[in-house]
């Protein structure tokens, strides 16, 4: 956490392969303690311990990768949050499709990657 001594804060990452160091944009403290204990943006728990899913799996995430027979955490994981989600059902059958940017879809039957397109 960096302190800018006016009242505001950012937050300092480190990327352990480059050693990069990327800042975020600065806020105040009330921000900075809802951004930190928000599940959407950092995790709270060690999620190798939490989610059992094979060195494969977790090779594919670490590299965002997204790739068939995938379930919908591991995308998420993989290549984050989509901007738009899509929904059909019919004869127990349900296929989603999730928008990412520059035109790349992931779509899900039965909640597992059955098709991907990217650009």
């Excluded at 995430?61 to 901007?83: C, D, L, N, Y």
């Amino acid at each position: 956490i960096l302190p800018d001594y006016e009242g505001e804060f950012a937050i300092s990452f480190k990327i352990l392969s480059t050693g990069q160091i990327l800042n975020s944009y600065k806020m105040s403290g009330d921000e900075l303690i809802r951004t930190l204990g928000n599940k959407e943006y950092f995790l709270t728990t060690d999620p190798f311990k939490t989610y059992k899913w094979s060195d494969a799996i977790w090779t594919k995430i670490k590299k965002s990768i997204v790739a068939t027979g995938m379930t919908k955490q591991q995308v998420e994981f993989s290549w984050g949050k989509p901007i738009s989600k899509s929904t059909l059902s019919g004869s127990g059958i349900q296929v989603e499709t999730w928008q990412y940017g520059n035109y790349n879809y992931v779509t899900f039957t039965n909640g597992v990657v059955s098709m991907i397109y990217t650009n």
